[in-house]
Antibody, heavy 118, light 110 residues
């Protein structure tokens, strides 16, 4: 059974870098699929942040591209998100997800709330 | 890249059918048969209900169906049940490896 689990600090200060990791169990990341990050501000809708192909190719939301880095660590079977220069507007539940194609997110983590506040 | 447009809310009685629309542009919904739909219950992660406009993942009830015409995609739920009450999001490939979600629709089962 494939599972995804997000981890990282729940509180980040403004202007700092948000860093999250998604641990994948039951499947080897290097074997295939896209692996992505999606966020949801409290009471609002979903926003795609970006995805990484198992080969390492990355794809980012144009509106966040200048601040986002997604990477994969095959040795630990996990992938990561870094979002720099955060503001209160980046406060959200962050989900990691697997997708068989561009927008076919068929498996999701439970999500982790990240609050940006001093 | 703007969010796809969905109605804020829809409602229906048990047993009825409802349809949720998702309007994009010729750059996203209108150009690709890559529209997916997600169901999200409060406090839970989204669940894939439809992909590639009208395909259902294994385990998803056939009461859920999808379609597309021009720049607008639709999700239809027939035989409405209490457990269908949730938020629903559409999602489209937008070219250049980008993905865009809709603003979400709250479904209330009366």
């Amino acid at each position: 059974q494939v599972q995804l689990q997000e981890s990282g600090p729940g509180l980040v200060k403004p202007s700092e870098t948000l860093s999250l990791t998604c641990a994948v169990s039951g499947y080897s990341i290097s074997s295939g699929y896209y692996w992505g990050w999606i966020r949801q501000p409290p009471g609002k809708g979903l926003e795609w942040i970006g995805s990484i192909y198992h080969s390492g190719s990355t794809y980012y939301n144009p509106s966040l591209k200048s601040r986002v880095t997604i990477s994969v660590d095959t040795s630990k079977n996990q992938f990561s998100l870094k979002l720099s220069s955060v503001t209160a507007a980046d406060t959200a539940v962050y989900y990691c997800a697997r997708s068989a194609a561009r927008n076919r997110f068929d498996l999701w983590g439970r999500g982790t709330l990240v609050t940006v506040s001093s | 890249q703007s969010a796809l447009t969905q109605p804020a809310s829809v409602s229906g009685s048990p047993g009825q059918s409802i349809t949720i629309s998702c309007t994009g542009t010729s750059s996203d919904v209108g150009s690709y048969n890559l529209v997916s739909w997600y169901q999200q219950h409060p406090g839970k992660a989204p669940k894939l209900m439809i992909y590639e406009v009208s395909k259902r993942p294994s385990g998803v009830s056939n009461r859920f169906s999808g379609s597309k015409s021009g720049n607008t995609a639709s999700l239809t739920i027939s035989g409405l049940q209490a457990e269908d009450e949730a938020d629903y999001y559409c999602c489209s490939y937008a070219g250049s490896s980008a993905v865009v979600f809709g603003g979400g629709t709250k479904l209330t089962v009366l």
